[in-house]
């Protein structure tokens, strides 16, 4: 659009030199070193149209052809990162099986340990029934004993008093 403008400012720098516009071996050969604002050069639309024509031909299958490149990579990333993102999920999944497992083997030594000691809880019980029942022998034994040895004191003191020698009664 600059170049429109300048075109518009100028037309007549452009139209008087012919021989310029139209000849591509002359404006080569101009000094790429413009120091003056005379020695600007203007084309018209029609010349810039077709380099432009020109310039995106020459480069548009190559970079509609790296476009769809790209598109490819990008695809191609993301299904990459689909796979990688299943992969994360399925490694968490193991690691939780790992501490499931864990849990599983640590709740099988405990109810192990449970298993145990109800035992052990039923064993002390049966030894402190048969304590208590033999206890309670050995009391009622005692006891037995204990009256049996009264009893046996009782026949010996009635006997004693028996043989004891009784004053006789003087009649």
Do not use: W
């Not at 432009?52 to 769809?68: A, E, F, M, R, V």
């Not at 598109?71 to 099986?97: A, M, P, Y």
């Not at 030894?127 to 026949?155: D, H, I, M, P, V």
């Amino acid at each position: 659009m600059e170049e429109e403008g300048r075109e518009e400012e100028q037309p007549s720098s452009s139209q008087s030199n012919p021989t310029l516009r139209d000849n591509d071996q002359d404006a080569s050969s101009l000094p790429t070193d413009l120091s003056s604002p005379e020695d600007i050069v203007f084309v018209d639309k029609q010349t810039i149209e077709k380099l432009t024509d020109g310039l995106i031909s020459h480069y548009l299958p190559d970079l509609q052809n790296s476009k769809q490149a790209l598109q490819e990579l990008t695809q191609n990333q993301g299904i990459l990162l689909d796979t990688l993102e299943q992969e994360i999920t399925k490694f968490r999944e193991c690691n939780s099986l790992l501490d499931i497992n864990s849990l599983f083997t640590e709740a099988k030594v405990y109810h192990n340990k449970l298993v145990n000691i109800r035992k052990e809880m039923m064993m002390l019980h049966d030894k402190t029934t048969k304590l208590k029942k033999r206890a309670l022998k050995l009391q009622q034994q005692r006891q037995k004993e204990a009256l049996e040895k009264e009893q046996q004191r009782e026949k010996e003191l009635e006997r004693e008093r028996q043989l004891t020698a009784k004053p006789a009664k003087r009649t």
